[in-house]
């Protein structure tokens, strides 16, 4: 499976309920609001959506729209 | 047992559960929550009762809060109808009205489409009541569930308990979905004394958190489900996303026990379900039952790290529900 970047933001981005370009100038999800449960909730979603399973010891670390997608790109590339 | 007492009564109604939730006790558990979601699908229309029954034993008096939501969706999959019980005690300050919440559900779902891909289904803070949006978005998520296994009826039902024991929490669940039923249980040793709350009553340091889960097999032991986990952690989000994506690899064996095979978010044991009590637990378990200390750990899991309230019974006073909380006044109380 291919990861394409606009369908990526925009399902993650729809799933916050901000825009790409917000979180795009964002340095990390926390500084658009969401709190550690939305996120979180929204990474369960990515792991069924892209069927992989992101590290307990990653999931801090990947907390950005770009540090997400390549993330998961990395992931499902394996 | 509820579970039981329900299951045999198909035709219950929101009275017969407030009745069963009345009678319910912690049973020697410091924390319980009673959950189920009961789904009736017509030719024109589909009936929802939904219910969340949270229990806490404080300064060893038993707290209990009470939910009950029922929905009805039209033939278009809108909701026609939403209603959240009269008796709604809420759980935190006086700004924690059904009244207003009542109000805020049927403002904000009125009309919706109501499945789970809506956004204003699926956002967790829009309702500003954690309890309320776990009952929508999961009534919303089994009838999605039961509409794909082309059921005409649904029933789910869960019971999850903290146990208090020497270096920790022990916490079985069980649940069963139109008659399946799994059992699984977490143990979370090295607790005490090695974690660490803020003043904003968040933990933002653990160290050495054993996490264990088992399942109930049937010659009636428990087995292992994976190896232990250890939990480390040196901020609160740190934690909180580790809690979760530990303890998720038990939730999703739950779910295969019961045939389910992709995520299912209808369970109290789901992650950020599941979050909020075990960090009940672990409050009760640390600070001894101390009431002030509880409330304290429930301010700090709904607020976040710059001090916005989450939901509307966290709130310090009046003006700050009205500064955060739209269309909230004081009228509300009365």
Same mark, same amino acid.
């Given at each position: 499976?291919?990861?394409?970047?606009?369908?990526?933001?925009?399902?993650?981005?729809?799933? $916050?309920?901000?825009?790409?370009?917000?979180?795009?100038?964002?340095?990390?999800?926390?500084?658009?609001?969401?709190?550690?449960?939305?996120?979180?909730?929204?990474?369960?979603?990515?792991?069924?959506? $892209?069927?992989?399973?992101?590290?307990?010891?990653?999931?801090?670390?990947?907390?950005?729209?770009?540090?997400? $997608?390549? $993330?998961?790109?990395?992931?499902?590339?394996? | 047992?509820?579970?039981?007492?329900?299951?045999?009564?198909?035709?219950?109604?929101?009275?017969?559960?407030?009745?069963?939730?009345?009678?319910?006790?912690?049973?020697?558990?410091?924390?319980?929550?009673?959950?189920?979601?009961?789904?009736?699908?017509?030719?024109?229309?589909?009936?929802?009762?939904?219910?969340?029954?949270?229990?806490?034993?404080?300064?060893?008096?038993?707290?209990?809060?009470?939910?009950?939501?029922?929905?009805?969706?039209?033939?278009?999959?809108?909701?026609?109808?939403?209603?959240?019980?009269?008796?709604?005690?809420?759980?935190?300050?006086?700004?924690?009205?059904?009244?207003?919440?009542?109000?805020?559900?049927?403002?904000?779902?009125? +009309?919706?489409?109501?499945?789970?891909?809506?956004?204003?289904?699926?956002?967790?803070?829009?309702?500003?009541?954690?309890?309320?949006?776990?009952?929508?978005?999961?009534?919303?998520?089994?009838?999605?569930?039961?509409?794909?296994?082309?059921?005409?009826?649904?029933?789910?039902?869960?019971?999850?308990?903290?146990?208090?024991?020497?270096? +920790?929490?022990?916490?079985?669940?069980?649940?069963?979905?139109?008659?399946?039923?799994?059992?699984?249980?977490?143990?979370?040793?090295?607790?005490?004394?090695?974690?660490?709350?803020?003043?904003?009553?968040?933990?933002?340091?653990?160290?050495?958190?054993?996490?264990?889960?088992?399942?109930?097999?049937?010659?009636?032991?428990?087995?292992?489900?994976?190896?232990?986990?250890?939990?480390?952690?040196?901020?609160?989000?740190?934690?909180?996303?580790?809690?979760?994506?530990?303890?998720?690899?038990?939730?999703?064996?739950?779910?295969?026990?019961?045939?389910?095979?992709?995520?299912?978010?209808?369970?109290?044991?789901?992650?950020?379900?599941?979050?909020?009590?075990?960090?009940?637990?672990?409050?009760?378990?640390?600070?001894?039952?101390?009431?002030?200390?509880?409330?304290?750990?429930?301010?700090?899991?709904?607020?976040?790290?710059?001090?916005?309230?989450?939901?509307?019974?966290?709130?310090?006073?009046?003006?700050?529900?009205?500064?955060?909380?739209?269309?909230?006044?004081?009228?509300?109380?009365?």
């Amino acid at each position: 499976m291919k990861v394409d970047y606009k369908e990526f933001a925009e399902f993650v981005c729809g799933r $916050y309920g901000i825009s790409i370009e917000e979180a795009e100038k964002a340095d990390t999800f926390m500084e658009l609001g969401m709190d550690s449960l939305s996120i979180y909730s929204v990474i369960g979603e990515i792991e069924e959506r $892209y069927e992989v399973v992101v590290d307990t010891d990653d999931i801090t670390d990947i907390n950005s729209l770009n540090r997400l $997608y390549q $993330y998961i790109r990395n992931k499902v590339g394996k | 047992m509820i579970l039981e007492k329900i299951q045999a009564e198909e035709n219950f109604t929101e009275a017969d559960i407030e009745q069963a939730l009345e009678n319910i006790t912690l049973m020697g558990s410091c924390c319980t929550r009673i959950g189920g979601i009961k789904i009736c699908i017509y030719d024109d229309k589909t009936e929802i009762l939904a219910w969340q029954c949270n229990m806490a034993d404080v300064q060893d008096f038993d707290v209990k809060l009470p939910t009950i939501i029922s929905i009805e969706i039209n033939k278009d999959n809108k909701i026609e109808k939403i209603n959240l019980y009269k008796k709604f005690k809420g759980s935190q300050g006086i700004a924690c009205t059904g009244k207003y919440l009542n109000r805020r559900m049927r403002q904000i779902l009125l +009309g919706e489409v109501f499945t789970p891909n809506n956004p204003v289904i699926k956002d967790s803070l829009i309702l500003f009541c954690r309890h309320i949006y776990e009952l929508v978005y999961g009534s919303c998520t089994f009838l999605e569930y039961c509409k794909k296994k082309e059921m005409t009826k649904g029933l789910v039902q869960e019971i999850t308990q903290a146990f208090s024991t020497e270096t +920790g929490l022990e916490c079985v669940d069980r649940i069963i979905v139109n008659g399946k039923e799994s059992i699984t249980k977490i143990d979370i040793n090295n607790l005490i004394r090695n974690v660490k709350y803020n003043k904003q009553g968040k933990i933002v340091h653990a160290e050495n958190i054993e996490i264990i889960g088992y399942e109930w097999i049937l010659d009636g032991q428990w087995k292992e489900i994976r190896s232990l986990q250890v939990l480390e952690a040196n901020s609160n989000s740190e934690y909180v996303m580790k809690l979760m994506k530990i303890i998720s690899a038990y939730w999703i064996k739950s779910g295969k026990n019961i045939e389910i095979k992709e995520k299912f978010y209808f369970s109290q044991i789901w992650g950020p379900t599941f979050y909020g009590i075990l960090s009940q637990a672990i409050g009760l378990v640390m600070f001894n039952k101390n009431y002030a200390y509880f409330q304290h750990c429930i301010y700090g899991i709904q607020h976040t790290d710059d001090g916005r309230p989450l939901c509307i019974g966290v709130v310090d006073n009046i003006s700050e529900a009205e500064k955060y909380f739209e269309g909230f006044t004081v009228d509300d109380l009365y």
